[in-house]
């Protein structure tokens, strides 16, 4: 055992992770650029070094500035190479003295022929890492930016044992904790894993993340916890706890941000350790909801050259003959999958055999459908196999021309062939675009019928039995459309965005049904025959959003004709009826407009109307509710209403219902009783009467408006008493901008 | 204050403005004391729930008229919980139960087995059975309608069942032989022209007669769609003079473009431009079934006599296929480029001939 | 509901149920209320009868399965022929009887009815109206509407059947033998059930009818056979709901055809008639439809419309052009033949759930297709 590994290439990634381990001689790498001016650095023999650097903004500038700093010239391997030497010189000397002591590292590392390639030749460090260089880079960019997070609070002299320990950072490091919280790593297999556990290594892991994420944040006490969630696209096939667990995920990071603001770091319930998820898919549908949340970063496959170096340095290591020549076509057969090769190397050396192309060929049998991503499959649909990879797997052209076998091979081994079916379906039309006569679309839509009512009769009615033909359907693609040089096929989001869509118009229905059989509660049934599903949407949905905008002359609440007054009671009964409100919302633009609550309706315009329709419904509902209390705190007011938003049909009577307040409703500070604007004496935003001129009116309905608009802002962020008011006068956008209320005072 | 189509929607049966006989008919049998099971079918808009709503106020007086809705939890075999939307008077129940979706059986058998068992509390009440009616009972599961027929023989004594549908086509025999068929027409342009003018008196407007017709035109024999569109004109235009366009609803215009973007380009960019289309009306939870017709008809009008009847024949056969099939995009862009291939056919017949 | 059957006080709640029942029989559904008391009160199946009467004297009696079209007495025969093996008294504890509203899932083949055929049964009660009944030392469990178990269950009833063959006899009722899995109706001694024959059905109406105190004209009967198609308990149930909506009116009308026709959901002759002319079906009605022409794709289209606005079920209308199509005396073989391939796909649309009003359309236009 020892033997072996002294013979060996000293690994860098043994050194430090056994100097980790141990902890106890700090070990460096300088691989990035931590984001300041120096770079302290220990070596073996515990000396600090002091690298200095500019500072820098973007990640890969910091790096370059880095290397230039220290006059190693521009090539980026190149430091990393003299450390790589420094430090197996280092190594060789720690060694004598480690091998004395049992060492459960070294028996990891140092594996007997039981361990596999794969574990044994894990890359232990970011040098390790072949290919990637900047996409590793920024990998550890991001890690680099919880720095401030996960040591920076800790005291002083703490925090300079744990740098010793864990790992050479800067000390005065200036960075927040970056803002996506989950790092994303993906990439095809055998080339993730390999990047991440390089990571791993660093900071204590902690595999068990249910438990930590769930049992809160207990390890924020022990030491600094990196998270590593692997093949989470994986987490689908589970059921519905890993969705759940993705959802946690997501919640976890959500919740950060409002509780930061609120309390700017004191709040000990929020994530302080980075998380970083490891996928081969980054399309998988289970990571939809954590992709907008995350970091991603996407490993593409290092070049061959740099995998067939890799390879044959650990044949060396292993006292494997290899021709360069084998070694390349076992790269090329598993197209990149430093796994696969390492596998199938140490298969052939179980068997004593030298490796020869021959060899080679013999043992990849079967290799080829490693790689089986719904994309991949996509593209041997519409793009016809190259005749380099033809070659590297073997075939003649007769074996290349029997497509049918190797492509439902291929769509069965994804797994995923409804997936493929909406990949096949948005992707045909950009293809042979000039078919005069249609006929190949019209065959392309009756096999994907076809396939669509095979699999809703195996999902629908439980008829496996049609599974194994599900894939010949879409086979068909091939002969249709394939062509050389069509563009590569790029995963469609428009079937994922249309079933979102649907989702949350569904909801929008759902809750104007909601209103309408509440309303019907109240008027002996009135509206109830309306709310029946495809009515609903045919019928009362199109008609309704007319009805609520008439064609009244953007005027105000005190001139009113009286043909319009009599309109606008009936509009803004029915709305108070079926709780639709007008909710005021500030556009991109900071132009005020009304926005239908709930539904979703087009018009932006008339802002005036719907202004004075919003207030008159208000009004109207306020004035059902008037023997509630009156004074309540707005903080009370809002939760309560936050409270009632959600359950808008808890099936009271009629009476209950009534009394419920609509959400963000104005506070009644001012007594919004009548039911007539017009009878009112106007009063302006304090309360006081005001005297009928135009102007002040003008004024006095925007003050009114922005009165609305800062209460809603106040229920949304309760306690603190950040209330922005926007006084505004005239119509000159020079005013119209926020102003704090403390600014008058 | 209500919508038009119910402030004056008819509350008993006296004041039904068609279908007389029907409406003698159902008087005499809810004050007969034999009142049976009844299945109310015909076209939507037709007025079935309003003779239901009169035929109970006959039955039970205007107490029925007191509803209250209530949320029940029910639960599924698989024990996930279904939220069934229940509206309920002292008298009667109404459930939707579609709303279900698959487990719609789970809750036909649970409510009315619960309703069943409960007798009427009430003394003073005029009728000793309780009235469940069943909305949408042509989307009834077969199995729920299985289990419908044995709860219709069982507890006769004390609840009678009101199922309410558009065709019978999708219920079983058995259902069909246990209710007493009431098949509510659509009505007629002049039972239409009836209504609409009594709506616009009791409202208190004058409405042109020719408005009205071209109101009913649009409507389809829809009258509460007709009374909706009415009063959204009214809302509109208040005097109703001068040259008035009957807005037709959003999607249908919607369709309609797409029809014609069908019409003036056949190529791989309009298919793909149609499908961005579909896209959008299916999110807005438009029934792909009535995109599908709408659009076909549309594109009827459109082209030359000699392919209206493949455009419809396709539109049928894809139409039924879609229903079969879960991904319903793909009928739908199936049928557009058969569509477009057929007038590129008979356009350039002699070309491919 | 069953898995109470065997415990007294269930039995108690059915026996009082059924005796509200009988205080009430005007909500009795006559179809119970007529069903018949022995086997030789069933009506047309005399082959089947003659067999069973057989039965009566000799104590012996095979696994049975009954299959045929609906309403022609299949379950009526079954329940006759154990009221006379076992009496009133003893028909509780001898016969189970399932039909497919119950849970009929493998598992309550497993537990139900396993358990009741399983006991020996016991003896015999000494009957209370005097009457002597064979009594024979065995049980019968009828599972009635049997195509509808699921395959497993069947499969489960296969090894009982057996088991318990000393002491249980089984008799599946069902529409469709060919539901049934091979083991099982191998195990049985079939007997079909035809439809019912004009002059039968006519009556057992006539009897219905005048124990009922209606007067029925016979172009009602005509219409109640016709449009049950053979089906006595459609007949019957036609009946009593036009019997109901005659008597609430005051002075009682009689009932007409027509009132049988709405009843039943059969679309008038003459709008039928009216549709098929708009085919391009030439009828000996009489009635001159104006304007004839060439009948055109748009003048279909609105027809189509208005009958569907009319409410009309599509399998109704889809029936009766059938038959009309079928048996037309002028059209020729091949245009029948092509139009019932028509009638047939659309049928098979409609029974998957298609859009009405499109397939209406459909067969319209291919129908005038095949004709012109």
Redesign the interface.
């Known amino acids: 055992m020892s033997v072996d590994f002294e013979s060996e290439f000293p690994l860098l990634g043994d050194v430090i992770s056994r100097s980790l381990n141990r902890t106890t001689i700090p070990s460096t790498s300088i691989s990035s650029g931590p984001p300041s001016t120096t770079i302290r650095a220990t070596n073996f023999d515990g000396k600090t070094l002091y690298l200095r650097r500019k500072p820098a903004t973007s990640a890969r500038r910091k790096l370059a500035v880095a290397t230039q700093g220290r006059h190693v010239g521009n090539l980026l391997e190149m430091p990393f190479h003299k450390m790589m030497e420094q430090l197996s010189e280092d190594k060789a000397r720690e060694l004598s003295r480690e091998l004395d002591q049992p060492d459960h590292a070294l028996a990891a590392t140092v594996g007997s022929d039981s361990s596999l390639w794969v574990d044994r030749y894990r890359p232990r460090t970011f040098t390790d890492l072949m290919g990637n260089d900047r996409v590793a880079r920024e990998a550890l960019e991001w890690l680099k930016q919880w720095d401030k997070c996960v040591f920076g609070k800790t005291s002083q002299g703490k925090k300079r044992k744990r740098d010793g320990e864990e790992e050479n950072y800067d000390v005065n490091d200036p960075h927040q904790r970056p803002k996506q919280r989950i790092l994303l790593l993906s990439g095809p297999p055998g080339l993730a894993g390999y990047e991440v556990m390089e990571i791993n290594a660093r900071p204590i892991v902690d595999d068990r993340i249910r438990p930590t994420l769930e049992t809160g944040y207990t390890v924020k006490s022990t030491k600094p916890v990196l998270i590593i969630i692997d093949e989470i696209d994986g987490a689908t096939g589970a059921g519905d706890n890993s969705n759940t667990f993705v959802h946690k995920l997501v919640q976890l990071t959500q919740d950060k941000p409002q509780k930061k603001n609120r309390n700017q770091s004191g709040d000990k319930r929020t994530i302080l350790r980075p998380i970083i998820c490891i996928c081969n898919d980054i399309n998988a549908s289970s990571l939809t909801k954590l992709r907008p949340h995350a970091a991603q970063l996407r490993f593409q496959k290092p070049a061959d050259i740099h995998t067939v170096k890799r390879l044959r340095e650990i044949c060396a290591i292993e006292g494997l003959k290899a021709e360069t020549r084998a070694l390349s076509t076992l790269v090329a057969v598993a197209k990149g999958d430093l796994r696969g090769c390492l596998n199938t190397l140490q298969f052939i050396r179980s068997r004593n055999e030298e490796v020869t192309e021959s060899v080679v060929r013999k043992s990849t049998k079967g290799m080829k459908e490693a790689d089986n991503s719904v994309i991949s499959a996509l593209n041997s649909l519409f793009t016809p196999m190259s005749k380099k990879r033809a070659k590297e797997l073997g075939l003649n052209d007769e074996a290349e021309a029997r497509y049918v076998e190797r492509l439902s091979h291929e769509i069965d081994a994804c797994g995923k062939d409804s997936a493929v079916a909406v990949g096949c379906f948005s992707h045909y039309v950009t293809l042979r675009r000039h078919d005069a006569n249609f006929s190949r679309y019209e065959k392309a839509n009756e096999w994907l019928m076809t396939f669509d009512s095979f699999s809703s009769a195996m999902y629908n009615d439980g008829e496996f039995a049609l599974s194994p033909y599900l894939a010949y359907t879409l086979v068909p693609f091939y002969p249709l459309f394939q062509e050389r040089g069509a563009p590569r096929v790029e995963r469609s989001q428009e079937d994922w965005d249309n079933l979102q869509l649907t989702k949350t118009n569904e909801e929008i229905y759902k809750s104007l049904n909601r209103c309408l059989q509440a309303a019907s509660t109240r008027h002996g049934g009135d509206y109830r025959h309306l709310a029946n599903w495809p009515i609903l949407q045919l019928e009362l949905a199109p008609f309704i959003n007319r009805i609520i905008s008439p064609q009244l002359r953007p005027i105000n609440g005190q001139h009113v004709r009286p043909d319009e007054r009599v309109l606008m009671n009936r509009l803004v009964d029915i709305m108070s009826n079926l709780e639709l409100r007008f909710i005021q919302e500030r556009l991109e633009d900071g132009q005020l407009t009304y926005r239908l609550d709930p539904s979703s309706d087009l018009a932006l315009s008339r802002y005036a109307v719907r202004h004075l329709v919003a207030q008159e419904v208000d009004a109207r509902v306020t004035s059902r509710h008037t023997d509630i209390v009156e004074k309540g705190t707005t903080g009370k007011h809002a939760s309560f209403f936050r409270g009632a938003k959600g359950k808008s049909s808890s099936g009271d009577l009629a009476d209950e219902d009534v009394l419920r307040p609509p959400p963000g409703k104005r506070p009644r500070t001012d007594a919004f009783v009548a039911d007539d604007i017009a009878d009112r004496p106007p009063t302006d935003f304090f309360g006081r009467l005001i005297l009928a001129s135009t102007d002040n009116k003008k004024s006095k309905s925007n003050a009114r408006a922005s009165n609305r608009s800062s209460t809603t802002n106040a229920s949304t962020s309760p306690p603190k008493f950040n209330i922005a008011y926007k006084y505004k006068e005239g119509n000159s956008a020079a005013v119209r901008k926020p102003v704090k209320v403390s600014s008058f005072l | 204050m209500s919508l038009w189509v119910d402030q004056y929607r008819p509350r008993s049966l006296e004041d039904l403005h068609y279908h007389q006989e029907l409406s003698t008919r159902l008087k005499s049998l809810a004050s007969s004391g034999d009142f049976p099971h009844m299945l109310f079918y015909g076209p939507s808009g037709a007025g079935k729930k309003t003779r239901i709503t009169c035929t109970l106020r006959q039955l039970f007086g205007p107490g029925v008229e007191k509803l209250k809705i209530d949320q029940r939890v029910f639960l599924s075999p698989s024990k996930r919980k279904l939220e069934i939307n229940v509206v309920q008077s002292n008298f009667h129940i109404e459930i939707t139960p579609s709303e279900a979706g698959n487990y719609d059986r789970v809750v036909i058998q649970e409510l009315l087995k619960e309703i069943a068992q409960t007798q009427q509390v009430d003394l003073s009440a005029k009728q000793r059975f309780k009235v469940v009616i069943i909305n949408e009972a042509d989307s009834l599961s077969r199995d729920a309608q299985a289990a419908l027929r044995r709860t219709m023989e069982k507890y006769m004594s004390n609840m009678r069942i009101i199922l309410c549908a558009n065709s019978t086509s999708r219920l079983i025999a058995p259902i069909k032989s246990r209710c007493l068929l009431m098949r509510v027409a659509a009505p007629s342009a002049e039972d239409m022209q009836t209504v609409m003018q009594h709506v616009s008196r009791r409202v208190g407007f004058d409405l042109p007669p020719d408005v009205a017709s071209k109101i009913i035109d649009d409507s389809g024999g829809n009258l509460r769609k007709a009374i909706l569109c009415l009063e959204a004109l009214k809302m509109q235009s208040p005097d109703l003079s001068g040259s008035l366009t009957i807005a037709k609803p959003d999607w249908e215009t919607y369709c309609q473009k797409v029809a014609d973007l069908i019409i003036s380009e056949q190529t791989p960019a309009r298919v793909m431009e149609v499908r961005q289309k579909f896209y959008e009306l299916l999110s807005h939870c438009i029934p792909p079934t009535v995109i599908l017709k709408t659009v076909a008809d549309r594109v009827v009008e459109r082209v030359d006599e000699a392919i209206k009847a493949d455009v419809m024949h396709w539109a049928a056969v894809y139409e039924v296929r879609m229903r079969t099939g879960s991904k319903k995009i793909y009928h739908l862009e199936a049928w557009v480029v058969k569509v477009m291939s057929l007038y590129k056919h008979f356009f350039y017949g002699m070309d491919f001939d | 509901m069953a898995s109470s059957f065997f415990k007294p006080q269930a039995q108690n709640a059915q026996n009082t149920k059924s005796a509200?029942?009988h205080a009430?029989p005007?909500?009795q559904?006559w179809v119970e209320k007529y069903r018949p008391k022995t086997i030789d009160d069933v009506s047309a199946q005399d082959h089947t009868v003659a067999v069973l009467r057989k039965t009566l004297t000799s104590t012996n009696l095979p696994h049975m399965l009954f299959y045929g079209p609906?309403g022609t007495g299949k379950t009526s025969t079954i329940l006759a022929l154990a009221r006379q093996l076992f009496g009133p008294d003893n028909f509780r504890s001898r016969v189970l009887e399932l039909?497919?509203?119950?849970e009929r899932g493998i598992s309550i083949v497993r537990d139900k009815v396993k358990n009741f055929a399983r006991q020996t049964p016991r003896a015999q009660a000494v009957s209370s109206d005097g009457k002597e009944y064979p009594c024979p030392p065995y049980k019968i469990i009828i599972l009635d509407e049997a195509d509808?178990m699921t395959q497993d269950a069947q499969g489960a009833l296969r090894r009982i059947m057996e088991t318990y063959a000393r002491i249980t006899r089984f008799c599946l009722v069902c529409n469709y033998v060919t539901r049934i899995i091979e083991p099982l109706t191998s195990r049985c001694s079939k007997f079909r059930f035809t439809p019912l024959d004009h002059s039968s059905s006519s009556t057992r109406i006539a009897h219905i009818a005048s124990e009922e105190g209606i007067h029925l004209e016979s172009p009602a009967v005509d219409a109640l056979i016709t449009t049950s198609a053979g089906d006595l308990?459609?007949a019957i149930?036609?009946l009593q709901?036009a019997h109901?909506?005659s008597?609430?009116?005051?002075p009682a009308i009689p009932i007409t055809h027509r009132d049988i026709q709405?009843?039943?959901?059969v679309v008038p002759d003459n709008v039928i008639n009216d549709f098929a002319q708009t085919l391009g079906i030439e009828l000996d009605t009489g009635m001159q439809v104006d304007g004839m022409g060439k009948p055109?794709?748009d003048r279909i289209?609105n027809k189509v419309?208005n009958i569907?606005?009319?409410?009309?079920?599509?399998?109704?209308i889809l029936a009766q052009l059938h038959d009309i199509v079928i048996l037309h005396p002028t059209l020729n073989g091949k245009q029948k033949s092509k139009c019932a391939l028509i009638f047939a796909e659309v049928d098979k649309?409609?029974c998957?759930?298609?859009?009405?009003?499109?397939?209406i359309?459909?067969v319209a236009?291919?129908v005038h297709?095949a004709i012109a």
């Open positions: 509200e029942k009430d005007s909500l559904p609906p039909n497919a509203s119950d509808s308990r459609r149930t036609y709901s109901r909506l008597s609430s009116t005051e709405e009843i039943a959901g055109g794709f289209r419309r569907i606005r009319e409410g009309y079920s599509s399998t109704q649309a409609l998957d759930g298609a859009d009405e009003e499109l397939w359309l459909e236009l291919r297709k």
